[in-house]
């Protein structure tokens, strides 16, 4: 029964979670200000407290871009980590005190690689939104 | 007693929302041995990574092609829009979703080159086919009475689009329209690499080359993508962009990393690695002519 239980509100608040998506969103959406463009795509993922979500992207050289990941209804209850594709740590939010958003100059095109997860001190489960922009 | 009662309402409740949230809640199996559901994220088997929907593809926005085509100096050339502005031909849902897509990747075009009554009949057709498609005419209407009011200022029109594409893009995945979404993306992406490819052979840029030549680690996401959300209605479009695929692979692309710089104050990290991309010139012509085919099925698409 105790099993059970856990499981219900495991599941419940997954359910939730998923329905602050919206909220998070618009979190998130603040940071994308009117220097930046919009890529036009919406990258969402629910995560539980010990996961990973990962974000492949390509990024041009000679472009600035702005990549905003946020979770929950208020910032830094993301960390957010972005490597090359061949593992090279290039960021890590988490010694920039969980910066909601950072900006990456290109001096070539590149495949990166992002990984997010949710803060433990937040803990939880939570909707993970990552959105990109770019300078015009 | 009570609490069995409970136990049992919360967990019909759970599972209620949790499937709501997850669409039909089944799980697929995955190749690479995770496991993945319909709201778009994976259990991470045993590495506990998730890869949002199967994987996450970010495709290059059709904007910032053509941001590049304004800096190369390409003319604004009416010729390479969709000739067809008859929204109605397109009747299935398939057709109306690449062709919103390409119209859309028209309507960022003729934005960059100031040819604001263009974009203003181009943002009516893809309300038409918004609509047909499920995106609430609302997102549409606000932005429309907006632009009409700053018809002659390109960068508040610019952010206004860009707006747009991101909360159609949000609204579709929250109605479990991950098809939909896609396939707008890959009308967008076609029409975009379709632009780049009619212009470098009248403008010998190697920016605009090399722009090209990187398409193909967005085409294999693209397959990626399509793959995904294909439940055999799109064998063609996987098979056509596979068919891309084996020229692309002559492209040849080469990495280097170089330590990055990180700027605390001013949020900014410099990444300095080094990449190069050499595209030999039959390459490029079968490139720009399969994309072209691509680009004409996909608009001459009806049902």
């Known amino acids: 029964m105790k099993q059970l239980l856990t499981f219900a509100i495991a599941a419940f608040s997954f359910g939730v979670s998923f329905g602050q998506c919206d909220i998070t969103a618009d979190v998130c959406g603040k940071h994308i200000t009117d220097d930046f463009l919009s890529d036009g795509q919406h990258y969402r993922a629910l995560l539980l407290t010990d996961q990973v979500a990962e974000f492949n992207a390509t990024l041009y050289g000679g472009t600035t871009y702005r990549i905003s990941a946020c979770s929950g209804t208020q910032d830094g209850n993301l960390l957010f980590r972005v490597y090359d594709k061949e593992r090279n740590l290039i960021f890590r939010n988490q010694v920039h005190s969980n910066a909601p958003y950072w900006d990456f100059q290109l001096e070539s095109s590149m495949d990166v690689i992002i990984e997010a997860e949710l803060d433990p001190i937040a803990g939880g489960s939570g909707c993970a939104v990552m959105l990109i922009g770019f300078k015009r | ?259 990055p710089e990180t700027n605390e104050g001013k949020h900014l990290t410099i990444i300095k690695s080094k990449s190069n991309v050499k595209i030999s010139d039959a390459v490029l012509k079968e490139i720009s002519l399969k994309i072209t085919e691509i680009r004409n099925t996909i608009i001459a698409t009806t049902t």
């Not at chain 2, 040819?115 to 997102?139: D, H, M, R, V, Y």
């Open chain 2, 1 to 259: 007693m009570n609490l069995l009662r409970f136990s049992s309402l919360l967990i019909a409740l759970s599972v209620s929302v949790f499937i709501t949230a997850c669409g039909d809640g089944t799980e697929k199996p995955d190749t690479s041995g995770e496991v993945s559901n319909n709201n778009g994220a994976n259990n991470g088997g045993n590495s506990n990574i998730l890869k949002v929907g199967d994987k996450l593809f970010n495709l290059p926005s059709p904007l910032e092609t053509a941001f590049l085509i304004e800096e190369v100096g390409g003319h604004f050339t009416e010729a390479l829009l969709n000739p067809d502005v008859d929204p109605t031909k397109y009747t299935t849902k398939n057709a109306q979703a690449m062709n919103l897509g390409v119209y859309g990747a028209d309507l960022g075009y003729s934005l960059i080159y100031n040819q604001s009554q263009n974009a203003w009949n181009l943002l009516e057709t893809c309300k038409k086919l918004g609509g047909e498609i499920g995106i609430s005419p609302s997102l549409y209407t606000s932005l429309m009475k907006r632009f009409q009011g700053n018809m002659e200022n390109r960068d508040s029109l610019l952010i206004m689009v860009s707006q747009l594409n991101s909360l159609s893009d949000e609204y579709l995945k929250e109605n479990e329209s991950e098809d939909v979404s896609a396939l707008i993306l890959y009308g967008g992406w076609v029409e975009s690499l379709y632009f780049t490819t009619q212009l470098t052979a009248q403008i010998p840029n190697p920016k605009l080359r090399a722009r090209v030549g990187e398409q193909k680690n967005s085409l294999e996401n693209l397959i990626g993508l399509m793959q995904q959300v294909n439940t055999g209605q799109l064998d063609d479009v996987v098979s056509e962009l596979e068919s891309l695929k084996t020229i692309f692979d002559q492209v040849e692309y080469t990495y280097e990393w170089v330590e």
